[in-house]
Structure formats: C-alpha cells, structure tokens
C-alpha cells in the first residue's frame, strides 16, 4: 500500500470517527445539565456535522466512499464515554458534566491528530484543496477544544471549594 491509497484510507476512516462522534456528542449534550456545557456540545454538533461534510466531500472526489471502514479509535472512546459518563451513576449532575466534558475532550483531541496528520499526507501529496481543508476542520475542532477548556475552568472550580 501507498501513501496515497493509506491517506484514502484514513480519510474514509475519519468519515466513521466523525459519524460516532456526532451521535455521541448529541447524547452527551442531551444528557449535559451546565448551560454552558451544553451550548458548548451544541456548537460542537454542529462543528463535527461540518467537518463530516468535508470530509466526505473529500473522499467523493477520490471516487473512494466509506465502505463502512471501522473506526476502531473512535469506536473505543465512544463505548467509554456511554459507560462512564452516559450510563454511569452519579452522585450529582456537576460531576456527569465532568464526566461528560472530560470525554468530549477526548473525542475533540482525537479529531485534532487526524485531521493534522491527514492534512499533512495531503500536502505531501500534493494535494492543496484537500489540504486546506482538512487544515479548516483542524482549526475548526481547536476553536471547539479551546472552548470547551474554558467550560472546564468554570464547571471544575466550584467541584473542588
């Protein structure tokens, strides 16, 4: 395998990480009980509809659509995020925010690797088009994770006084 058909690969990947992230990310904003969490995982929702929008674009102009291509990753982090933040029992509605935005994080930092690395194999490529926006999902997903650490500074504080 090439690095054009490994980049091709991941790309149709990413479609599937993106996919089970959005699903999830809307569980845990339908599950959120912090305003600002909550706006914060809605603005995200619309963030990763985006970046799976672009992404999918990209793998249609390679004429490669998902086939389905697991996600094994994402799929991991997904299954956690039910387990101890969703389908956990909690104490208080603070510490399910926690949870809950601890996870997030994880999927945010998740997307932030695979679209930096894709945009690199794309630039390696020779692939600008597919470069530059695989770079605007990348910004897109650190506006979200600078976001949502500023909801960490507020929501952690008071769980700690």
């Keep these: 395998m090439d690095l054009k058909q490994t980049y091709l690969d991941h790309l149709t990947a990413m479609i599937e990480a993106d996919r089970l992230s959005l699903e999830a990310t809307k569980a845990m904003r339908d599950a959120a009980h912090d305003d600002a969490l909550v706006e914060g995982l809605e603005n995200a929702v619309c963030g990763i509809s985006d970046g799976l929008d672009i992404v999918r674009d ?3 102009s390679h004429a490669c659509e998902s086939d389905g291509t697991d996600a094994p990753g994402m799929t991991a982090l997904v299954e956690e995020a039910r387990a101890s933040a969703l389908e956990a029992d909690f104490d208080d509605d603070q ?7 601890l996870h997030f994080q994880r ?5 932030l690797t695979s679209y930096a690395i894709l945009a690199r194999m794309a630039n390696v490529l020779e692939l600008p088009e597919d ?14 994770d600078d976001e949502m650490g500023e909801v960490a ?7 700690v006084e």
């Design 107 to 111: 999927f945010a930092h998740f997307g």
């Design 58 to 60: 990209l793998a249609n």
């Design 95 to 101: 510490s399910r925010d926690a949870a809950i935005l």
């Design 131 to 144: 470069a530059k926006r695989l770079q605007e999902c990348h910004s897109n997903a650190q506006d979200g």
């Design 153 to 159: 500074d507020k929501l952690l504080a008071p769980l």
